[in-house]
């Protein structure tokens, strides 16, 4: 799958303009680039690493993703002692032309649900509400669970039935991937749980159908690693896990020559949004915020006092999870707040 390299040389940052190109289909000019992972060649930390595939900006990926378990966990005696290791990653896809100081766009064409069913669990040392090595409390530790979903994919919903009583109700479905990112800066391997500035397990049902991620480029290539596919999630993913599945997806690549960003970035047709990976939680909020900060500034014009002041009274906030060894907050302003663009 070695292609040559098409570099678009684009001038200011030009977010929504090229969300537009790849929903007309302006960039698709090549057959879709496809690639089938399997439990033998995933891995489990984003890293510099031997490429599984190529591609060039515009192409179109189609590949498939495990879940969070490896698809291991099938049924009732299952046990998380089975599971190889968490949040298996699809990749890395090397996009070529991107170096250091770019930007990687990934528009999110279509995810499905590849299977009939999810998973849900928890064990000792994971969970909000469960003692974990960074933050011990006193008492047992709770149980593993493990809960399965069955998917009606004809009304694109989800059975959540519990454990310990008759009750049942259905969820309606989101899919999203729960991990994507690319290699870390520094020559650094980061753990396949862990979401920070390179992206990885954000946990955002912001990576959906419909949106663009953006990633700050580290490495030449960029390295790109998805997977942790989700069918529902509640804010905050409390207990440690979504409705896990893996997923079938469809996404396009593009890199934007001589932009750079700190932190990821999501954005469709209606908002703007950026992402705060860290502990505490306030401290990864200020994170988010002055990253919106920055990209109102930067791209729409206005100052950084303005800015400050119209996000106190219209902006929003996403929890995305505070499970992980990071906590991850989504702050956002809806374009409609916004002036025309620089």
């Known amino acids: 799958m070695n292609r040559l390299s098409s570099r678009r040389q684009l001038g200011c940052f030009p977010f929504f303009i090229l969300l537009i190109a790849a929903s007309n289909g302006l960039y698709a000019q090549n057959a879709p680039v496809r690639y089938h992972a399997t439990i033998k060649d995933v891995k489990y930390v984003y890293a510099t690493a031997a490429p599984v595939g190529r ?17 291991v966990l099938q049924k009732p005696g299952d046990t998380l002692s089975m599971v190889k290791g968490d949040n298996p990653l699809t990749g890395p896809f090397y996009i070529e032309g991107a170096q250091p100081g770019d930007t990687l766009a990934v528009k999110i064409l279509d995810l499905q649900i590849d299977g009939n069913q999810g998973v849900g669990a928890f064990g000792p040392g994971f ?19 493990i809960w399965f979903y069955p998917i009606d994919h004809g009304s694109n919903t989800a059975t959540f039935k519990a454990l310990d009583s008759n009750f049942s109700v259905k969820i309606p479905l989101r899919p999203f991937f729960g ?4 290699a870390p800066a520094n020559g650094e391997a980061r753990s396949s749980i862990t979401p920070a500035e390179y992206g990885g397990n954000m946990d955002s049902p912001e990576a959906s159908v419909g949106n663009t991620v953006y990633l700050p480029v580290n490495v030449d290539g960029a390295l790109l690693y998805m997977g942790d596919g989700h069918a529902a999630m509640g804010d905050g993913e ?3 896990t979504a409705i896990e599945v893996p997923l079938r997806a469809r996404v396009q690549v593009n890199v934007i020559k001589g932009q750079k960003i700190n932190w990821p970035r999501f954005e469709n047709e209606d908002a703007i949004m950026t992402v705060g990976a860290y502990r505490p939680l306030d401290d990864c909020l200020r994170i988010a915020f002055t990253e919106l900060i920055s990209w109102m ?20 906030i996403h929890l995305n999870e505070m499970v992980d060894p990071n906590y991850v907050i989504v702050a956002s302003i809806e374009k409609k707040y916004l002036p025309g663009k620089k």
């Open 55 to 71: 591609l060039k900006s515009g192409d179109v990926l189609e590949t498939n993703t495990l879940d969070a378990f490896g698809n």
């Open 238 to 240: 409390v207990a440690g």
């Open 127 to 145: 969970g909000a509400l469960n003692s974990t090595n960074y933050t011990p409390m006193l008492g047992a530790s709770l149980p593993e669970k």
């Open 179 to 182: 991990c994507i990112g690319v």
């Open 297 to 316: 500034r930067k791209d729409y014009g206005l100052s950084e006092m303005d800015s400050y002041e119209l996000l106190s009274k219209v902006a929003k």
